[in-house]
């Protein structure tokens, strides 16, 4: 009789989920194909399945363990977000892939007050989204039109991005904003906007868009 093979530890959290999520045959599961189906037709967002997400304090995992979270690896990450996108994609997508992609560049090159603060907005259940599609220049980041000018206090942004993944829900924005004429990649930065902070006046959401797919995501 052969010997199973260990589980590799980074694969360990992935295992722990796909136990938690239950069985996908059962329709009364909030994770279940039955459930999945209905909602994209509905072109609902993915509020129960997020919840019980919330519940197993899920959002950690995308905060590193020196800022209080549970992110240890992004191969570990990939693994959860697998377990996800096999459940439902759009649950993966707008719950769980926008969180990394929006969070990432502050991880990388974000200052130790903007760490510190998206750890606790994320911890605390609320969605960051990564802002770089233009309408008329897709993901050419060089390209870039909506500007940010050195004001008293911080900078003025001003201009439009549009197509943005959880663009309504998210509390905070990664946002690529061209600061300076200069051809080349130095010629934008990344800011980081927690919407909270800002007057509500200044500025407002796009209608939802209909996409073929993941139509319960917020775009």
Known sequence: MREAFPIPAQYHAAAALEQYLGDPADAANVFSFAQAVEADELELYPDAPS?????RDFPRQHVPLEEGGRLRSYEELLALLRVLARRDFTVAYAYGIQNTLGAAAVWTAGTPQQRQHLARLICDG???ALAYNEK???SDFLATDLSATKVPGGYLLSGEKWLINNATRARALTLIART???????????????????????????PKIKTLGIRGADF
Do not use: M, W, Y
């Open 136 to 138: 008329a220049h897709g």
């Open 126 to 128: 609320h969605l960051v």
């Open 51 to 55: 919840a019980a997400l919330n519940a």
């Open 180 to 206: 300076s004429q200069e051809v080349g990649p130095r010629a934008c930065s990344l800011f980081l906007i927690d919407k909270a902070a800002l007057d509500p006046a200044t500025f407002s959401h796009l």
